[in-house]
């Protein structure tokens, strides 16, 4: 028996219009260092053109390809950002992104494309850096102490975390640190100290010690509200996420009488989303940390037709087709690398009628798409959303049927 983890709870240029008036060039000081906005030379109605032509390519052998969904100001989108620190001779205290394709710091004080505030407390955390002087992390070396900030924004809640990643979990002045934050930052909700004492590229570690606040933040999407960690998987892009997710549902016509799964479910969001509109819904997450995550937001939401099961979702899947079960739609969101052929093979043997794919890499999506129409499945519709202007990433859902 399947175990429960917790109890139920281009062929043509875009349509769109007034997608700002042109912002070629947009006068980004960075341009030339940072290499992370590719697209910035191009008006923002080239953009999209450029990414529906890219999605349309790729999936229009299959179906039906619909109109990119853009935005209508597409700056400072980025609810999540991530500044790494160093020190530079002659600068000293410096924080930013890597050159692409180096380690070598960008010193950025403003990004066109990241929330303007978040931004603003990046700053002011450095000149408390240098004020309190603490030591920053040097990679050729070990040593040092303070490593990366990340900072995340509740859009509708207004709510900020501050995550302070250092290789150590002693922060010498801790108290009087946050303390002079919270001063400059009366809007911070949290802050976090994140200890990543590893000889790794990877931002976070695994410990967290809360220093001030709940230790997450809270935001709404399409009427729902999550709790988002330091570590949980939540869209940057918050205006263009709660587009993306109502395309994944309306896609699905729902009627009430369904059985959903949410393949790949993160905290939740999609799963508890489409359970105003299906009879139940199975979210399925190998990660345990964001397992726990959706079960808090499926009660502070009240949703009570949704279950939440740790487990690979591919095996969850072939498991319950073994035991005769069923599921009338399937909405899988895998990451770049798109779904392999187990998970494939999984979700054709469990046979849902509808299959709702949500990709942030059309390429690897295209892919998977073949897989499924060899096996029963015809895609009826795709549509890209831009959830990444200036930059060459673009999102898509298609919904496949079977035949």
Known sequence: MLQKNTTKQAGQKPAQKNHTKGHANFGCPYAKKC????????????QLFSKEKQVRALLSGFGSVKPIVGMEEPFHYRHKVHAVFGYQKGKGVVSG????????IVDVEHCL???????????DIKELVRS???????????????????????????QYMVVLVLASPILPSKNNFVKALLKKHPEITTVVLNVNDKRTSMVLGEREIVLYG???????????????????FYQVNPVQTQKLYKEAIDVCNLTGTETVIDAYCGTGTIGMI?????KEVIGVELN???VKDAIVNARKNRVKNITFYEADAGKFMVQMAEQGAKADVVIMDPPRSGSDEAFLSS???????????????PVTQARDIKYLVKHGYVMKQARAFDLFPFTEHVESVALLVKK
């Not at 992104?97 to 070598?104: A, F, I, K, N, S």
């Not at 990241?114 to 603003?120: F, L």
């Not at 920053?136 to 809640?157: K, M, P, Q, S």
């Not at 489409?274 to 299906?278: F, G, I, P, Q, R």
């Open 35 to 46: 290499g992370g906005c590719r697209y910035q030379n191009m008006s923002y109605q080239e």
């Open 97 to 104: 992104v890597y050159r692409e394709g180096t380690h070598d």
């Open 113 to 123: 494309i990241e929330q303007e505030n978040a931004d603003s407390i990046i700053r």
């Open 132 to 158: 309190f002087k603490i030591k920053t992390y040097n990679e050729d070396t070990g040593y040092g102490l303070f490593r990366h900030v990340l900072i995340r924004c509740g859009y509708a809640t207004g």
């Open 214 to 232: 709940p230790g997450y933040i809270e935001d709404e999407i399409l009427g729902k509200t999550f709790r988002i960690s330091a570590s949980s």
């Open 274 to 278: 489409a359970a105003d509109y299906a």
């Open 288 to 290: 345990q940390k964001a």
């Open 347 to 361: 979700v054709c043997k469990l046979a849902p009628a509808k299959i709702a794919y949500i990709s942030c890499n």
